[in-house]
């Protein structure tokens, strides 16, 4: 488990838990201005200046020794923080990656309200309008005032199966399911990723600051099942599994290993499958 | 070695309808924000090469884009 299950998860996995998805625990944290400065100012946050420094060219930044390393303390410290968030520095707002049966759940039972907004990630990267992530109840009522996120169709409310099928054909497609805090603990919506396009899977991916975190699993794969069908090859995004040609079969690394489980839901043998993390030693803790 | 991605702004005017640059780059290097106040609903774009160092000289941006606004140059 990790330190935000141990805080917010009441014995469980904290986006397991449906307080943090609840309308009161929104109020209780200023959700909704700070939801509507986060999405309005989208791309500004992600360009502002940290300490003084422009963001443009800040991979050369990073690498610097000395301010490299205060620049790197400073925004994951930030990404962290758990009181008075101000979203314009983008205080308090991660994510972590579920697998597709933990995200289903979510938007079955956990979310009140599920809307489908365009991406504010492929928008800023790649220009294109992408209706890809489903919005829950403080972040669906903010969007309406920000109509560069309302698709052509108009903010239309789903129902648990209708989002639930959403996701499905998003895992068909190849895409990462993860969840997104705004801010911590409140769970204000549910993307579905890919890199490089996904601006924290990119910064996590590139430059190593947490603003993604792993999931709470990770494949294994089960040699005397699989048939060497090839349909994981090609599906990780994250370089963990690798299809073995000399083998027969995909090899996995689980220090790679996000848990996205993008791999076990192609596989029709069944011979992937999500442990949870504490179990295999070398990634315990790890996210 | 450092990446130098440089945009001719005064050539580059729309890039909200045009997104060329965006689209073709293999490492999504470009970002487009928005510069004016409204942040509800802004209507000035800008495009900027943020992350130069996962440039990879490919070239594509330079070929692809209609105004012929971006050079690079390696230092």
């Given amino acids: 488990m990790c330190k935000w299950c141990l805080k917010h998860g009441a014995g469980g996995k904290w986006y397991l838990n449906a307080k943090n998805y609840l309308r009161e625990t929104a109020e209780s944290v200023d959700a909704f201005n700070y939801l509507e400065a986060l999405w309005g100012n989208f791309e500004k946050i992600y360009i502002r200046k940290v300490l003084g420094i422009s963001s443009k060219g800040i991979d050369y930044k990073l690498k610097l020794p000395i301010i490299g390393r205060v620049a790197r303390w400073y925004i994951q410290r930030g990404i ?50 992408e209706e890809s ?26 129902d648990g199966d209708e989002a639930a099928s959403f996701l499905e054909e998003m895992d068909r497609r190849g895409r990462v399911h993860t969840i997104w805090t705004g801010p911590v603990p409140y769970i204000a919506a549910l993307c579905s990723c890919d890199y490089p396009q996904c601006a924290a899977i ?15 699993y990770v494949a294994t794969l089960d040699p005397d099942k699989c048939v060497g069908c090839r349909k994981c090859a ?54 | 070695m450092r990446t130098i991605v440089e945009i001719d702004y005064s050539k580059c005017t729309s890039p909200e309808e045009c997104g060329v640059c965006l689209q073709v780059c293999p490492s999504a290097v470009f970002i487009m924000y928005f510069t004016d106040e409204d942040f509800h609903n802004p209507k000035e774009w800008k495009v900027e090469a943020m992350f130069t160092s996962l440039c990879s000289h490919c070239n594509l941006c330079v070929k692809k884009c209609p105004k012929n606004a971006i050079s690079i140059t390696v230092k």
């Fill in chain 1, 202 to 216: 990119r910064v996590r991916v590139d430059f190593g600051i947490k603003a993604v975190y792993k999931g709470e």
């Fill in chain 1, 80 to 129: 962290e923080k758990e009181r008075n968030q101000n979203p314009l520095t983008n205080e308090g707002h991660f994510g972590q990656v579920i697998p597709l049966e933990e995200a289903k759940r979510i938007v079955t039972e956990m979310a009140d309200t599920v809307v489908r907004a365009i991406c504010p990630c492929r928008w800023m990267h790649r220009g294109m309008r």
């Fill in chain 1, 234 to 287: 090609g599906r990780c995004q994250f370089g963990a599994l690798v299809y073995a040609d000399s083998l027969g079969r995909p090899v996995i690394n689980v220090e790679k290993c996000w848990g996205c489980g993008l791999c076990a839901s192609a596989c029709e043998e069944g011979a992937i499958r999500l442990v949870p993390r504490d179990e295999l030693p070398m990634v315990r803790g790890v996210y």
């Fill in chain 1, 133 to 158: 992530c489903l919005a829950f109840t403080a972040l669906a009522e903010v969007l309406p005032r920000l109509p560069r996120y309302i698709p052509e169709t108009g903010l239309k409310q789903l």
